[in-house]
């Protein structure tokens, strides 16, 4: 699955200008995901990520790429969740 990334014309921020990272600086922010920048896995998990996910994909600890999840590499799946 794709990223649907987010952009100005459908941007949550309602166009407030100054604040904004997707609108102003172009960050590319998963709206499905909600992964953004280094914290976004290859392929597009089709769910928002947890916290937890997220930030081990910001670490580079986890990966998720043709429809499963890489911790370390090693493959873990449970229930669509991360676990470990
Ligand atoms: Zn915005
Ligand atoms: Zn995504």
Not at 1 to 29: N, P, Q
Not at 32 to 46: H, N, R
């Amino acid at each position: 699955m794709r990223h649907k990334y987010s952009t100005a014309e459908d941007c949550k921020c309602g166009g407030w200008t100054g604040r904004c990272a997707v609108c102003d600086f172009g960050l590319a922010i998963c709206n499905t995901c909600k992964g953004a920048e280094a914290a976004m896995p290859a392929d597009c998990p089709g769910r928002p990520m947890t916290e937890e996910e997220r930030e081990l994909v910001a670490r580079g600890e986890l990966e998720f790429t043709m429809g499963v999840w890489f911790l370390d590499g090693h493959p873990v799946f449970k229930d669509g969740k991360v676990f470990r």
